[in-house]
């Protein structure tokens, strides 16, 4: 049996004005040569299809036209819901794809036998059991109680995310069982996977990735996964494994959605089980678009850009997109002309530009004259709190536990910030249903419009 474990695609993604239609089509379009190379069984996405809940037309017909190209494969494709995905979009053809061998499970809510899912090989033998897991909404694993701190709200929230888990694995186990007992398959040779789509404590981050919070949990710990054979992860851009562990696994998005991720080797995972033994296998994923981060002072960015071999073999039909930090103390009111200047007759457009981090936030404060564009709109926010004088600890909190006690004013006007950033970015649908504290999560968004909203 063999499963690909991809994620995080984003489909309609708008990346400083530039659509990446063309890339996510070379993806898909490679997608299903690997499907057909490696023989693959199954394919799971791990949520995040849709880079907002209302994607564009184009967005929709690569989806649709995926899944129709993989037809011819014999591959079962899983789809869950992420944190961007709209539950009635993906929704809506549900019904539909169930007939083209296709799953889709966009939310916890309702039955939960539908979250277990046997997965058959190419010779229509049970191969493996899915407890597909989409992104867990607040509202549907827990109930909240009059009374209860924010500590208490925590603990429950968790503790109803890994009660969820465990009874999927269970129905899981009893259906391996029942397909034992009439096909005479050894229980072993019968894994269980598992998925989820959330943020696992101590994983490392990109720009790109909202940070979401289910409810106020910030981040979910890896011993409230149940023992699967597997576990396929999304939400984190960077492949990584989990608690240093094999098979708990990010396996990332396969194009970078933001310029700190050129640095990291986009990949699929495919995870082969054979005679009771798992292999796991990275697939890296080539480049689609031609992308660059050049830093360092005026002299340097030139001299960079000259002996660059990505902007020397880009075309006319396909420039290279720049990300450029100039490091400077002075403010330089021509400094766009200046980097633009310096690529005058070469393929390559300048997507960011911005002075280095360190000298940001005290610059703004001191009142000099910067441009919003330099600045992301988290970056505006803090240097406004900063100009502030706002007492630490909140003198209301006194009582609740020392946990609570400590609570800084400031990170949870920093929460609530984010909050108001999801009811922008977000999903309006699924906001009416959620309340600020369910998902907090910023999305790396330049537009000049919602920074200037932040403002």
Known sequence: MKILHTSDWHLGQSFFTKSRKNEHDAFLKWLLNEVEKHAIDAVIVAGDVFDTG???????????????????????????????????????????????????????????????????????????????????????????????????????????????????YQQAIELRNSIVAETQQLAETIPIVATGHLTALGVSQSESVRDIYIGTLEGFDAGGFPPADYIALGHIHRPQKVAKTE???????????????????????????????????????????????????????????NSSSVIADATELSPVWLCIEVETQDYLTDLQQRIQSLLEGKNAEILQLKRVKKSRFKSLA?????????????EVFEARLALENIDECDENNEGEGDESAGTSRKSRMKQLFSGALERVHGNDEDNMDTSAETSVDDRADNSGANKEQAK
Do not use: W
């Not at 990291?264 to 009771?276: D, G, I, L, N, R």
């Not at 004259?369 to 992301?376: A, I, T, Y």
């Open 54 to 168: 209302t994607p564009p037309s184009y967005a929709r017909e690569l989806y649709h036209g995926f899944i129709g190209a993989l037809q011819g494969t014999q591959c079962t494709l899983i789809v869950l819901g992420g944190n961007h995905d709209s539950v009635s979009v993906l929704n809506e053809s549900k019904s539909l794809l169930k007939y083209l061998n296709s799953h889709v499970i966009a939310s916890t809510f309702g039955n939960s036998s539908e979250q277990v899912i046997a997965l058959n090989d190419r010779a229509g033998n049970v191969g493996a059991i899915l407890c597909a897991v989409p992104f867990i909404r607040p509202k549907d694993v827990v109930t909240s109680a009059a009374g209860q701190s924010a500590v208490d709200k925590r603990h429950a929230l968790g503790e109803a995310i890994k009660q969820h888990y465990a009874m999927l």
């Open 366 to 378: 001191e009142g000099e004259n910067r441009q919003l564009s330099e600045l992301s709109v988290e």
């Open 247 to 305: 098979h708990i696994r990010y396996c990332g998005s396969p194009i970078p959605l933001s310029f700190d991720e050129l640095n990291t080797q986009k990949q699929v995972v495919m995870v082969e089980f054979a005679a009771c033994q798992t292999a796991i296998t990275p697939i890296p994923v080539p480049r689609f678009q031609a992308m660059e981060v050049i830093k360092g002072d005026l002299q340097h960015i030139e001299a960079e850009i």
